[in-house]
């Protein structure tokens, strides 16, 4: 195997980004994300099987599997999922091994040498043109971890979200002690021990890292450790679920600022920002936080008995509303598939809040029955948050496994109209319940526990796709294509003549 594995083979693009090597021929193309050639080398192999019976020996031949060069995982295009076992020779481990001793080898300076010019060329492509002009590309990506892209995709996202974002970059940076230590700066990382650590200083460190516009990615180590020690499900490098991670990570940001953070009260810095008045405040497990104001929404739960009639009502509040694929959409896996209807977010929408009748697992303990009984159930939205996070769910249990529902979900760009499911309508403003999108994100591959998390965001009107440490301009085109599993859609301030959904 050569030990040129850094860029993209001769006679196609030659980029030094993403590195794939293919398992069967050593050949080199770069990742679906760059230009694709690694998934187009896979194509071109199937082509000459498709005019003839495929024998045994071809079918071992055909190019399905590739290693990613930078992070050694494993990739099978066949099945569209990485690969987490091993041949019983253990061959892919012996690839792994190999290329290891590549990057410590006697190459090892040449390579740095290599590194150091492709960091100035890449500094170089974060230029673009803008109105004629010449601008830096100032967004940064996180390097992964270890199947860490399921944080830095939420990460990317959040630091997308303006208001939510700038509260964070705000906060003071040291906390001042009284007596003999008043005034030294104490930070919380994890030099400090295990009993101090702060996840809302080490998520504002990343918050700050992630536009100065540096060349190279940023690692979000001290706030993975942080992670580990306060979050015990998301020990470990295995993959994870992005919505599981984003609720987990708003939960205990939000108890960790009701307790005050770096010797400032909550409330002052809450009274500080003036846009989070009291009356967008909507308080989740005790006192309201940024991340209840700018996230917060009440829904009304109503349940009526189908035997006697009584009806009672519960508010609940929510961080994030997650909507069921309908399943006379769940056959349908791509955008041009021409046989049905599109499933829209809309459809999502109205299955959320549409009149249900609860199953025999679900029944209502009635009041007046003195007993259980069927009932049917329909949720209201009673109030809007500033930033509506909606999460389509994608992976639902069978007998033994978490299956994902691969369908394409149309959701709109600009002006997702919320009134016809609200509580109240009469009592909203006309724009008060339009919705633009900030950011997407989206699951690659076929399972909760495998694949690959990448972002797309809105940044003063430019739209970025984040995958972990590579960042690419892109369109909307393409943004609207994405089979997303997490939207966050930031309620709109002025008014636009944009189309509604």
């Known amino acids: ?67 990613d060069c930078s992070s050694y995982s494993t990739y099978c295009y066949r099945c569209d999922d990485f690969v987490v076992n ?175 953070f770096n010797g400032v009260s909550r409330s002052v810095i809450l009274q500080e920002n003036s846009s989070l008045s009291a009356s967008n405040k909507c308080c989740i497990n005790g006192a309201s936080t940024v991340v209840t104001a700018i996230f917060g929404g009440i829904l009304q739960n109503e349940v009526n008995c189908l035997i006697c009639g009584t009806e009672s009502r519960k508010f609940d509040p929510f961080l994030d509303l997650s909507l069921d694929i309908p399943s006379q959409f769940r056959n349908k896996r791509t955008k041009n598939q021409e046989n049905g209807p599109m499933c829209t977010l809309r459809d999502c929408l109205r299955s959320f809040t549409d009149l249900e009748e609860l199953d025999e697992t679900e029944l209502y303990m009635c009041h007046k029955c003195k007993k259980k009984q069927k009932s049917t159930k329909k949720f209201w939205i009673q109030k809007l948050p500033k930033v509506l996070c909606l999460h389509l769910k994608r992976f639902h249990w069978t007998a033994y496994l978490r299956n994902k529902v691969d369908t394409y979900v149309e959701f709109p760009l600009r002006g997702l109209d919320m009134k016809c499911y609200l509580l109240e309508p009469e009592n909203s403003g006309p724009e008060s319940c339009l919705y633009d999108l900030a950011a997407v994100v989206v699951h690659h591959g076929s399972g909760v526990g495998s694949g690959h998390y990448t972002a797309y965001a809105a940044h003063e009107g430019r739209w970025f796709h984040f995958n972990d440490s590579t960042v690419t301009l892109t369109d909307e085109e393409t943004v609207v294509k994405a089979k997303a599993y997490i939207l966050f859609y930031v309620e709109r301030q002025a008014k636009s003549g944009s189309d509604k959904l």
Not at 23 to 39: D, E, I, P
Not at 52 to 62: A, F, P, S
């Open 86 to 260: 091993d041949t019983k020779l253990g061959l892919v481990q012996k690839v792994r091994e190999h290329l290891q001793n590549l990057e410590n080898s006697a190459f090892t300076s040449d390579r740095h040498r290599k590194r150091k010019l492709l960091e100035n060329s890449s500094l170089n492509s974060k230029l673009l043109k803008v109105n004629g002009s010449t601008t830096a590309l100032c967004a940064t990506g996180l390097r992964n971890l270890g199947n860490t892209c399921f944080m830095n995709a939420i990460l990317q996202s959040l630091s997308n979200i303006q208001q939510f974002c700038c509260y964070f970059k705000e906060l003071p940076a040291v906390e001042l002690r009284n007596g003999k230590t008043a005034g030294r700066r104490t930070y919380h990382t994890r030099s400090q021990g295990d009993n101090n650590v702060s996840l809302v200083e080490e998520f504002r460190k990343t918050l700050c890292a992630l536009w100065q516009g540096s060349q190279t990615a940023f690692s979000p180590e001290s706030l993975f450790y942080v992670v580990w020690k306060i979050m015990p499900n998301f020990r470990g490098y295995q993959q994870q679920d992005a919505h599981e991670f984003m609720r987990y990570l708003l939960d205990h940001l939000h108890l960790e600022l009701q307790g005050g």
């Open 1 to 67: 195997m050569s030990c040129s594995l850094d860029r993209c083979s001769m006679l196609m693009c030659r980029s030094n980004k993403s590195p794939w090597v293919c398992l069967t021929c050593s050949s080199v193309h770069c990742g679906r994300y760059v230009n694709g050639h690694a998934k187009k080398h896979y194509e071109d192999a199937q082509i000459p099987m498709t005019n003839h019976k495929k024998t045994e020996k071809q079918e071992k031949v055909q190019h399905t599997v590739c290693m």
